[in-house]
């Protein structure tokens, strides 16, 4: 296991994502505690002079002008808790409650959050012990930070609500003696630092954003697997006309097509063919391919800049002595930025569709309809471009922006919201169809390889058949197809399949 220490500086992709996978063991760093402490004195002060601030000594919200006694200090923040635990839908998978108390804890070690260092270390110590809080997904509008999450995640802090501890459900007060941690009560400030944020957004959206990332190569792998078994044209990727047109992401996406494709026989043995061009879901996909890698840049950008960001109010700057309010915890920025990737993802799939489409029709193939040597008794791969068809679809609805809605909350107070942990929901969905399809694409096309015997493909295509076939068999006869599907959808996922292909013909992009 790896370790991992919030040194309140910069925390990496990276390490958000062996955290996730329960992989790391994460611990502050003194300079960080340092920091902490300094940032909790200057509440401390503040307090002692009697100064009104807000979420400090005031109510929540339209309440702000409510002022709380000192005696009640500590009550106004564990009703917070309590009455923000308002969640409600599925609960968040076990690798997103990870990444949501790993960033939690990292903006709160970041110093300007005004809580005791104990409050990251407990964070910590739940999150090392695999003692996950049950955060319902539902019930954030992005505005006011992340509030029902957020609260129902420093609900397991307190010794409140439910909790899984290495995967076995039970109260929260259980799993804390279980582990032997103490539940913590929560001192001024304390309460509004933990669900002030963005956290849950980055949470789901980062975990999207790496999956896609790994998508748009797995997706060139895919086309170049079918442009092979098309027989179709390596002129279109000539580094000459990326040069024209240069885009970062065509050019990646055109310079691992060639590499994919290096060495094909099957190129060979259709030189001369006649044919003037192909279809723009082979000819086009460096430009659509690489149009989708743009769009993941873009997201992935503003995500590392949000990650590393302060979130709360109000805001603490020790070295001033001074507390500002202010509007860090507003989800604008990862919302626009999720529903832009989300669009990517969706383009990926859907031009992967139509190669499947292509596939599968005797008409643009010249290979047996369906890809199975018996159509009619059998009907092969039919079904399999269906479900495909069916995902892309799906993504046309979830595309819609959710950054461009917004309802007033908070009596009015709240009245710009960024919906941005729907932003990340829809993300996460669209990502994960379009790693479907593109793994339908690669089943097929690997079939339809098998049907060109013995003419050999490039050596990259060749690498992604060969690590296909180990997992999943030639169909010779129906089967049930859900199984292929999910076996090649694993490698993929898992990254075996890029591996690979990259032993074969080196790097890809």
């Known amino acids: 296991m790896s370790s991992i220490v919030l040194n309140g500086e910069a925390l990496r992709f990276e390490e958000i994502a062996a955290v996730a996978r329960g992989g790391a063991h994460v611990s502050l760093s003194p300079d960080a505690r340092r920091r902490v402490e300094r940032a909790h004195a200057l509440v401390e002060r503040i307090l002692a002079g009697g100064e009104q601030v807000y979420g400090v000594n005031t109510g929540f919200g339209h309440l702000k002008d409510v002022r709380i006694p000192h005696d009640q200090l500590e009550a106004l923040q564990l009703n917070l808790i309590r009455s923000h635990c308002a969640g409600v839908g599925p609960a968040l998978p076990p690798e997103a409650t990870r990444a949501l108390m790993l960033l ?30 049950i955060v319902p997904e539902q019930g954030s509008v992005g505005a006011s930070g992340d509030l029902a999450p957020l609260s129902h995640l420093a609900l397991g802090l307190i010794g409140e609500g439910e909790v899984r501890l290495r995967g076995a459900r039970m109260p929260a007060a259980d799993a804390l003696s279980r582990v032997g941690v103490e539940p913590l009560r929560l001192q001024p400030k304390e309460g509004l630092a933990l669900v002030n944020g963005t956290q849950m957004i980055l949470a789901v959206g980062t975990l999207a954003l790496l999956e896609a990332e790994a998508l748009a190569t797995a997706a060139d792998v895919a086309g170049a697997c079918t442009l092979e078994a098309l027989k179709g044209s390596h002129h279109p990727f000539d580094p000459r006309l990326q040069a024209l047109r240069p885009h970062p992401g065509q050019a990646a996406a055109a310079a691992n097509l060639r590499l994919l494709l290096q060495a094909s026989e099957i190129n060979k043995s259709h030189e001369g063919c006649g044919r003037v061009q192909d279809a723009y879901s082979l000819r086009c ?35 001033d002595g001074d507390l500002v309010s202010g509007g860090n915890f507003h989800g604008e920025t990862p919302s626009l930025a999720l529903d832009v990737l989300a669009i990517a993802a969706a383009e990926i799939a859907s031009i992967s569709e139509r190669r499947l489409e292509r596939l599968m029709n005797p008409a643009f193939s010249g290979l047996p309809a369906f890809l199975t040597k018996s159509p009619g008794i059998n009907s092969g791969l039919m079904m399999a471009q269906v479900t495909a068809a069916s995902l892309v679809s799906e993504n046309k609805v979830l595309c819609h922006p959710a950054t461009v809605d917004s309802i007033p909350t908070e009596a009015g107070q709240e009245d710009h919201v960024s919906m ?40 990259g295509v060749e690498a992604a058949h060969r690590a296909v076939r180990q997992t999943v068999p030639f169909m010779e006869a129906d089967r049930v197809l859900a199984n292929d ?25």
């Open 285 to 319: 996909m460096p430009q659509v391919h690489g149009a989708a890698r743009e769009g993941i840049g873009f997201a992935h950008a503003l995500l590392e800049t949000e990650v590393n960001a302060v979130t709360d109010n109000p805001i603490l700057f020790p070295d």
């Open 104 to 133: 939690r804890a990292h903006v709160l070690a970041r110093g300007h959050s005004g809580v005791r260092p104990r409050v990251i270390e407990t964070l910590l110590d739940l999150l090392n012990a695999d003692l996950l809080p």
């Open 485 to 509: 599907i999910v076996a090649v959808e694993g490698l993929l996922r898992d990254g075996s399949l890029r591996a690979a292909v990259e032993s074969a013909c080196g790097p890809l992009r």
């Open 420 to 459: 941005g942990p729907i932003a990340a929901r829809k993300a996460r969905a669209v990502v994960g169809h379009a790693r479907t399809v593109v793994a339908i694409e690669t089943l097929a096309a690997c079939q339809a390889l098998d049907l060109l015997r013995p003419l050999r493909a490039g050596l």
